[in-house]
């Protein structure tokens, strides 16, 4: 998996015979500096490049190769025994508005140069029944954390944030919240020259500012209803730019971000997930330490903990996540995402590319 963050590429190595995954072994491979720019020019609307999306697509392929045979062999499992790699691709273009999504990948080559059968392309077939492909990980969600009695919200804080509702007795839900990492990071990048704000430490330094707050809280995504998605699309820099006025200080800036990130998901559990009596979070963001305490301090009295304590750790869910989609898809077993996507019947998510 590799997500809007665009921070690299994480591998698991999955054992899903019990309800709980087990992780045999994983990896991060870090995009290098040239893949990211890439991406992000890809990312960004009027900045396409057929030539420059077919370049990125046989660069990544060769990542993903490289971050599977790591996995591997940490665990000392030969291909020959892993049925499938579920590669989710680099998305670049989320418009189901349009009725479309993009995520660049080259499966067939990942399938050459692992020597395993590859799943891929999740996404297009959830919107050819009418949904918005994506969010896709609450039915993982729902299969690992649900319980019996409790009330639970999972809150995936990736580039984007999303939520899922895991009602007892009540189908599973879920919904993109607004941005998780992505505004903090970018403005991270133009500001201290860093890929993202370590532990919200640059955003501590700096004081919320409440009109500029006001300003991206009136953004008309967080009133929609689910299902929705969204993506750098809308919450980017120049998103940004629009709501800024004067000359505030950056940090002010970052500290306001942080407080907007935290706001979004916490307004959207209660608006959406109304009664959830815990909420767990996992993602990047969800290590962003003070991100993390201010949604405990909203959200209180209700707890705020991370994944790690239901036995999935925060960086391993969204790849674990793909592995359990393509043993779905190898299956044949199609998934109810209706109440997420807005998918109009249930489908087998991915496409099979044999080795």
Known sequence: ????SLDGADAVLADLSNRIPRVLARASVPFPAALRADLLALSSPGKDSLDLEGRSAVRLARLYAEASAQVLSQAGVPATRVRAIGCHGQTVRHRPDEGFTIQVNDPALL???ADIDVVADFRRRDMAAGGQGAPLVPAFHEAVFATADLHRAVV?????SNATSLRPGRRVSGFDCGPGNVLMDAWAIRHVGTDFDEDGAWAAT????????ERFLAEPFLALAP?????RELFNLAWLAARIEGDPAPEDVQATLLEFTARAIVDSIARHCAGATEIYLCGGGARNRRLAERIGELSAPRAVRLTDELGVPTD???ALAFAWLARKCVRREALDLGPVTGARHPCVLGAIYPR
Do not use: D
């Open 316 to 318: 391993q869910v969204e």
């Open 156 to 160: 995936n804080i990736g580039g984007i």
């Open 111 to 113: 399938a050459e140069l």
């Open 1 to 4: 998996m590799s997500g809007t």
């Open 227 to 231: 299902p929705k998605s969204t993506g």
């Open 206 to 213: 700096g004081g919320v500012l409440e009109r500029l707050l």
